[in-house]
């Protein structure tokens, strides 16, 4: 019989970052579901507050805390949890457990590691004990040593000799790690690597090598299985979070594959493994040779994959078989019939793209490597690779409109740009074969494997021969071209046929795409399974249609800067509402990271691209009673009009009015009917146009295209040489665009409200006010909820005008506005007639789930209006942005109007100092503070910023200070301690102070946001971001902060569960 | 053994991608035509000639050219799951030098025989580019060598949810402008396995140990699995009645067709079980020592069709992952009563192999062998040869 624990605590990943995204609230809402199940009680501790697994209906008790030692062990004290599990919450949540494994704690209170054991863990993260490990069983490792010094790794470097791999102990999505060509460089590698490390490997250097991926699962009764394989369509040296990865592997040979399973097994058996875990190797392209690059003894971004791949639920067995299961138990809950002991059979392939962001941060090197630097990813079905890779690039949404014809990735110098690659590789390579490259010659130069480029190939060669054909293009080479992926888009791109004509003539000869099951055993036993995609490789649909009262809901595809696992809580819970409703939902998503994808949410999963195309066709199949692209985000969102359009009925607010709030001059307009101030602005398309705008309202400008979610190529002008460098940069990002420019309003309070109307009356909002003044972007910006520190005559105008608005737009739905607020004087940035990124955050501080009550409007039901107003919490909610700058080499680590960060957190507290501080703390500020580097820029900051250093000096804080900086305090008696900056290389310089850990956290004003030379206040951020100092940039945040740490000290922050916050 | 990339190129393509001498695009056309009805329209690739025989189908993700060269097949128009077909090209015969001095054949090691046994292979898309450095040619030449036809653009999925309905069915492929079979025609009246079996005996490795393998269309991976471990092999024609044969162990093969028409190798068997000579049987040899104790097999809902399928021992809880292909079981409720069942199907509870209570004989439906599939079972070779030590 097995023996179940009590309550088992949790750990999550806490805010999405480069490296550890959505992929584990995917495995912790498992994890969760999966003990529930068992009527194990569940505590879960994670600050993510947009997470799913951190929705009422989950978790029993969940705590919006740090994931840091001192914490969990608060939490432990208090909930008495006697199981532990560490394997759901990436990096972060294992780093925690072994710490707290080590100090002694999980052993004072009793609780017990589930699954996985700390000294396995131990052994699969120490990289020297990992290949100790291997060498026991005769497993090969590339050639390496582990050393904690910098000499050390120099010493064994010139032993190997150059270029070598350094690989960094206790890290994941590469942090730190590089391939370096000689000792200066290896020398700034390792350390900095040490800085956030003890450990780092050196070794061999295998780059050009395939990159092969296997995840294992093994029980305590010591049955072990693969459930997947994958291949790296990007060899070695390539991290495998920014690799192009297709499952299963295409170039092995059942001999490779099976010897490759067959260590995969032994290894983890050797090790010891309960649970779910990723092996990843080497594979000699020219033999059978390989090597164990790591095992990742949790679930990982590769294990989300591997699920959403197969269909197999790895989070939710690994739970299972960590309570003590046998993996012959449990069914596959595809089938539920037949034994999760069993390797999935695909009858297709998928293929991974990462999505990267480098284009949003000044100074970042956007070569790719054995470092994370992509921010989400995507996956695409089909049959065929061809149709799968075109569908995947369409889907990442950067212009891309397939393999061939995505115009803006072209490359001046393939030789450089293919050996050295940047996150535009397969543009790179498409665009070699495209100019008479040989499938050798690129293969040579990228060692990418000869049939993934033959594929390409192939492509390219379609598309000629549609060009050739033209508009008489056979309709024998239509299949052919659909089959191969090519969208309307692109066959009408390269047939001179309008996109309309392509669909039209599609419908007349019947070619359409077929509807296909994801069974996990491809077709061999039947299966009433839900997960679809849709491919023209096939005769017939495996599921019946259409699908009586159904609802197609569109999900917010690969997470990006700007739009994250906020709009997969929507859409989850968008879902489960309509769900109760009675309504079949069918969901299309193609994010593997997200929970939305988990075919046990939905009547209907369609894993396949957000697109016209795609939706009609599933429409057509599924005949709908309209379809709901508020939830998530801005891609379902932009595509309102044109689906209404073709008769896909629109749910919700009409897409007229969407379009009325998205097209800058109609909402402006509207404005002006209304009666409502917005900040003065023009569309132009010339400089002189733009020069003369500028001079009229007056320097800083703000310069922005439309119809963009993030921010994307906005820019802050302060004088004529700077609109005039940015214009020529805007007018690149985007040519049919004229380019919008509005007066940039300093000194002013930025405001957000969130609501939800019907027929546009307001029926809930929630208003929030931001720690940094206007000029930051609301993603990267500190959201204070209920506001705080903003006047109740501001708050009462704010109301009015959106009420105004949401009469005027008729809204039925969620919908979100920005405001500046400058002496009570209230303009309208923006209003978007969807969820906004704060839906979940002011859902789950009210304990009022907005999107609920948005879906019942939405679908015209009954819904109760929310019993509490904002005003009478009796607590405060602070959201706090998370930045990756330190995976982003050379990336200036300043915010500014486009959005830079990659995830957030969200706190509660009895006042907004301890939800603030929590909040920090979540992402990565550390306390105490004993000693501060000052660079406060302009004198008015300077002046500013005054009583706040005065209040450090007060509690004892040693100051640094740049030159200027030192000369002022001192001179206001203050005390601070000179520092010379770093371009004047003299000592003591800053620069030493941080990379030795003198100072534990910089504050660095910048003088203005728009230079990108390498300048002294570059230099200082970004070696405070380098060598792991918390960094402040903003003055309102640090001057928050200092006022927080001397009110409140850390151990002095309650250890209160969310339901305790909401019961007061 | 010389390291082979992809195949020199003979047409220039876009891209100066490689390619085949065969081009699927001119291709003939070509149909599968079952016997319920369905048409199921394709392209030929490989051999231009039609044929007849039984479809089958393996859910296999990997091991075309190990299928494609096992007996087992031989008679079969084998429809792939996996889409995607020819990735890897297929690798020159290389043999080892296993055998006995002065007598029988080297053991081939990239192959499971020496030739494709099955009647026709049926895929979705044919890889027409390959890449690998151990491929001498493509899978399209390879087929066409052995004056075996291939269809490809068939969709497979339909094909195989239709097949699996049926348990398999006939079928046959017609290709444009080729001689094609009129009818269909089923393959398992004919003694398939005396087509496949070896014509006389063969030794093959050497050891203190004697093993009898009765070759039903034995793959040569349990001929691998059995010199590797140190025994002498000596393979037998299936009809082979062990006369004259001092032996310390028998294993029986698995092999093709309906085990009812070789009642002969049953007989052998029981002889040897008589004798108490420690026995292994695989797939066919399950089912032929079954028979040889008198115990029933029955025709299975839903055939075992894959790389995939999932046993546990009986009585513990050690699972494995296996390979099968087969879709008749024993059933357990005839079985004498020193019998007992050995391993079991975790998807639907059907037997997978007996064992006798307390001697040494034992088979399996499965394929401890593998090529293709998962090595999870390999250690039942070491077993048997302990046993045979014994
Ligand atoms: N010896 C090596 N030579 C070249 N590249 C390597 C080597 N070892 C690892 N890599 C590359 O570095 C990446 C990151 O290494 P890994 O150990 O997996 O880091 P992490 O634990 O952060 O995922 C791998 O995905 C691989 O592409
Ligand atoms: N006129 C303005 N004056 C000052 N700051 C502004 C002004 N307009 C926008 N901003 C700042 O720029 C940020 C991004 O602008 P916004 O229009 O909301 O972009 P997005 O569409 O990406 O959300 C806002 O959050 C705000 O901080
Ligand atoms: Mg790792
Ligand atoms: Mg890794």
């Known amino acids: 019989m097995l023996h179940l624990p009590q309550t088992v605590l949790i750990l999550g990943s806490s805010a999405l970052k480069i490296g550890e995204a959505g992929e584990f609230d995917y495995s912790g809402s498992q994890a969760i579901k999966a003990l529930k199940e068992e009527g194990v009680r569940t505590v879960l501790i994670n600050p993510n507050i947009a997470t799913i697994q951190t929705s009422e209906s989950l978790a029993d008790e969940v705590y919006f805390l740090p994931i840091t030692p001192e914490f969990v062990e608060k939490v432990i004290e208090k909930e008495k949890p006697d199981g532990l599990f560490l394997a759901f919450g990436g990096q972060t949540a294992l780093n925690c457990g072994v710490k707290l494994s080590e100090s002694g704690v999980l052993e004072k209170h009793n609780v017990k590691v589930l699954g996985t054991q700390v000294p396995v863990i131990q052994n699969t993260e120490d990289r020297d004990l990992f290949r100790n490990k291997l060498d026991e069983i005769g497993v090969k490792s590339a050639k390496s040593k582990a050393v904690n010094t910098v000499d050390d790794a120099a010493g064994f470097a010139h032993e190997l000799g150059f270029p070598v791999m350094c690989r960094v102990a206790y890290a994941l999505g590469g942090l730190g790690s590089g391939i370096v060509k000689d000792e200066t460089e290896l020398r700034e590698l390792v350390g900095r690597a040490l800085r956030h490390a003890p450990q780092v490997l050196i070794e061999e250097s295998l780059k050009g090598w395939k990159e092969i991926e296997y995840e294992v699962v093994r029980d305590q009764h010591d049955n072990c299985i693969t459930v997947c394989n994958m291949e790296n369509f990007d060899p070695l040296g390539i991290h495998t979070g920014e690799s192009i990865v297709v499952a299963p592997s295409q170039t092995l040979t059942n001999a490779e594959y099976h010897k490759l399973r067959e260590i995969a097994i032994k290894t983890i058996r050797h090790l010891g493994i309960v649970g779910e875990c990723n092996i990843q190797y080497a594979l000699d392209p020219e033999s059978e040779d390989y090597r164990v690059i790591e095992v990742n003894a949790r679930l990982s971004r590769s294990s989300a994959l591997a699920s959403k791949a197969t269909g197999y639920p790895l989070a939710f067995v690994a739970a299972k078989l960590a309570l003590g299961y046998g993996l012959h138990e449990l069914k596959n809950s595809i089938t539920k019939t037949t034994s999760a002991f069993f390797e999935p059979a695909l009858d297709y392939c998928v293929v991974k793209i990462p999505r990267w962001d480098l284009k949003k941060f000044k100074g970042v090197s956007r070569r790719i490597g054995s470092g994370m630097k992509s921010v989400g990813e995507v996956m695409a079905i089909a049959p065929v690779f061809e149709e799968a890779m075109q569908k995947a690039l369409r889907m990442l949404e950067i212009g891309a409109v397939g393999v061939v014809g995505s115009e803006g990735f072209e490359s001046d110098d393939l030789e450089r740009d293919l050996a050295e690659p940047t996150e535009e590789r397969v543009f790179t390579v498409v665009q070699a074969l495209e100019s008479g490259w040989s499938v050798d010659r690129v293969a040579e130069q990228t060692k990418i494997d000869r049939w993934f480029l033959a594929r390409l190939a192939n492509i390219v060669r379609l598309k000629r021969e549609l060009q050739a054909g033209s508009r008489g293009a056979s309709d024998a080479l239509l299949v052919e071209v659909k089959r191969a992926g090519f969208s309307d888009h692109q066959v009408a791109m390269f047939t001179g046929l309008t996109e309309d004509e392509v669909w039209n003539r599609r419908a007349a000869v019947g070619l359409k795409p077929v509807v296909r099951q994801i069974d996990t055993l491809a077709g061999e036993f039947p299966a009433q399974t839900n997960y679809l995609y849709l491919t023209y490789n096939g005769s017939q649909d495996d599921a019946e249609f259409p699908v009586d009262n159904a609802v197609l809901l569109l999900g917010s595809g690969a997470y990006r800067i700007g739009c994250s696992v906020e709009f997969d809580w929507c859409c989850v819970n968008a879902g489960q509402t309509l769900r109760k409703l009675g309504f079949k939902t069918v969901m299309l998503n193609y994010n593997p990271e997200t929970v939305s994808t988990d075919y046990d949410e939905f009547h209907q999963l369609f894993f396949d691209e957000i697109s016209l195309e795609v939706c009609r066709e599933i429409a057509e199949k599924v005949q709908p009673v309209g379809v709901i692209v508020s939830m998530g985000g801005q891609t379902p969102n932009n595509l309102a009009s044109k689906l209404d359009a073709s008769g896909v009925k629109v749910l919700g607010t009409n897409p007229d009015s969407i379009d009325n709030a998205e097209n800058r001059h109609r909402f402006s307009a509207l404005l002006d009917e209304l009666g409502v101030d917005q900040p003065e602005w023009a569309e132009l398309s010339t400089y002189e146009e733009a020069v003369a705008f500028a001079d009229q309202v007056g320097y800083p400008v703000l310069v922005r295209p439309s119809y963009v979610l993030s921010g994307a190529a906005m820019a802050v002008a302060s004088n004529h040489e700077e609109l005039e460098t940015y214009l020529g940069r805007a007018a690149k990002v985007s040519r049919e665009y004229p380019t919008v420019i509005s007066k940039f309003i300093t000194g002013a309070k930025e405001i957000e409200l969130d609501a939800v109307a019907k027929n546009g009356e307001i029926i809930v909002y929630a208003i929030s006010e931001h720690v940094e003044n206007a000029g930051v972007h609301s993603g990267d910006a500190t959201l204070v909820f209920p506001p705080q520190r903003t006047y109740f005559e501001t708050v009462r105008r704010v109301r009015q005008v959106a009420t105004k608005v949401a009469k005027a737009l008729n809204i039925t739905g969620p919908f979100n506005m920005q405001f500046i607020a400058k002496s009570n004087a209230v303009k309208v940035i923006e209003c978007n007639l969807r969820a906004s990124r704060s839906f979940p955050f002011v859902s789950k501080v009210l304990r009022q789930n907005l999107i609920e009550l948005a879906t019942r409007v939405i679908m015209d039901r009954p819904y109760s209006k929310p019993d509490k107003q904002a005003f009478e919490l009796n607590h405060v909610g602070v959201k706090a942005p998370q930045f990756s700058f330190h995976r982003l080499d050379g990336a200036d680590p300043t915010l500014g109007v486009e959005m830079a960060s990659t995830g957030e957190v969200g706190c509660i507290g009895e006042d907004f100092n301890e939800a603030f501080l929590k909040s920090l703390l979540s992402v990565g500020y550390r306390l105490p503070i004993q000693s501060v580097l000052l660079s406060l820029g302009p004198v008015e900051s300077k002046a500013e910023m005054l009583p706040a250093v005065r209040m450090l000096a007060e509690q004892g804080v040693e100051l640094f200070a740049t030159k200027g900086t030192a000369t002022f305090l001192n001179d206001a008696g203050v005390e601070a301690t000179p520092l010379e900056w770093p371009l004047d290389e003299k000592s003591p310089n800053t620069l030493d102070a941080i990379r030795e850990g003198r100072v534990d956290l910089v504050i660095n004003i910048p003088k203005n946001d728009q230079k990108v030379e390498l300048t002294n206040g570059y230099m200082i951020r970004r070696a405070a971001v380098d060598y792991n100092v918390p960094l402040f940039t903003n003055r309102q945040l640090a001057q928050r902060f200092i006022e927080a740490i001397a009110a409140r000290a850390a151990d002095d922050l309650a250890v209160k569960s969310w339901g305790e916050y909401a019961m007061a | ?390």
């Open chain 2, 1 to 390: 053994m010389t390291a082979v990339t992809t195949t020199s190129s003979t047409s220039a393509r876009p891209g100066g991608a490689p390619a085949d001498s065969h081009d699927t695009r001119t291709a003939a056309r070509a149909r599968l035509v079952l016997a319920d009805g369905a048409v199921f329209e394709g392209r030929s690739f490989g051999a231009h000639g039609g044929v007849a025989g039984e479809v089958v189908f393996c859910t296999g993700m990997v091991g075309y050219p190990e299928s494609l060269t096992d007996p087992s097949y031989a008679g079969q128009l084998l429809c792939c799951t996996y889409p995607m077909i020819g990735n890897y090209g297929v690798p020159p015969m290389e043999r080892e030098g296993g055998s006995a001095v002065g007598s029988g054949d080297d053991l081939p090691i990239t192959f499971e025989s020496d030739r494709i046994h099955a009647s026709a292979l049926i895929v979705n898309d044919y890889s027409e580019h390959h890449s690998h450095w151990h491929a001498q040619r493509s899978l399209a030449q390879w087929l066409a060598d052995e004056g075996v036809p291939g269809i490809q653009g068939i969709d497979t999925r339909s094909l195989t949810m239709r097949l699996r309905e049926h348990g398999s069915m006939l079928g046959r492929i017609e290709i444009d402008g080729a001689e094609n079979p009129r009818g269909f025609e089923d393959p398992n009246v004919r003694n398939l396995v005396a087509e496949v079996s070896v014509a006389e005996r063969t030794t093959y490795g050497s050891g203190d140990r004697r093993v009898a393998l009765i070759d039903c269309g034995c793959k040569g991976n349990i001929l691998r699995s059995l010199v590797g471990r140190g025994v002498e092999v000596v393979r037998l024609p299936w009809g082979d009645d062990l006369q004259g044969l001092q032996i310390d162990g028998l294993m029986v093969s698995n092999g093709p067709g309906d085990p009812s028409l070789v009642d002969a190798a049953a007989a052998t068997i029981k002889s040897a079980l008589d004798r108490d000579v420690p026995t292994f049987g695989v797939c066919m040899g399950n089912q032929l020592l079954a028979r040889a104790i008198g115990a029933k097999t029955f025709k299975l809902k839903y055939g075992h069709r894959g790389q995939n399928q999932p046993v546990v021992e009986c009585g513990t809880n050690r699972c494995f992952v296996t390979s099968q292909n087969h879709g008749y079981a024993v059933d357990t409720t005839t079985l004498p009563s020193d019998w007992r069942p050995w391993f079991e199907n975790l998807n639907d509870g059907t037997n997978e192999g007996v064992r006798h209570s307390w001697k040494p004989f034992r088979s399996v439906q499965f394929h401890p062998e593998a090529c293709p599939g998962p090595t999870d079972t390999a250690y039942l070779f070491d077993e048997f040869v302990r046993m045979i030590h014994q």
